[in-house]
């Protein structure tokens, strides 16, 4: 998700989005389904966002 992905939620859910954190990957939305340098830009950037290093 890029900062723009972020602010269209924000501002189509805002209410239900209060109060969620919401976490900018600043992955470029450029690749195809199950790429595999998508896959493994996720696994070098997610554990730590979910704290599951």
């Known amino acids: 998700m890029e900062e723009?992905?972020?602010?269209?939620l924000k501002a189509e859910y805002t209410r239900v989005l209060d109060?969620?954190?919401i976490?900018?990957?600043?992955?470029p939305d450029d690749?195809?389904?199950?790429d595999a340098e998508?896959?493994?830009q996720l696994k070098q950037?997610?554990?730590s966002i979910l704290?599951?290093?």
């Open 4 to 8: 723009k992905h972020k602010s269209r």
């Open 19 to 21: 109060f969620k954190p």
């Open 23 to 27: 976490h900018v990957l600043d992955i």
């Open 31 to 34: 690749y195809q389904y199950l």
């Open 38 to 40: 998508l896959i493994e």
């Open 45 to 47: 950037t997610v554990p």
């Open 51 to 53: 704290m599951i290093e």
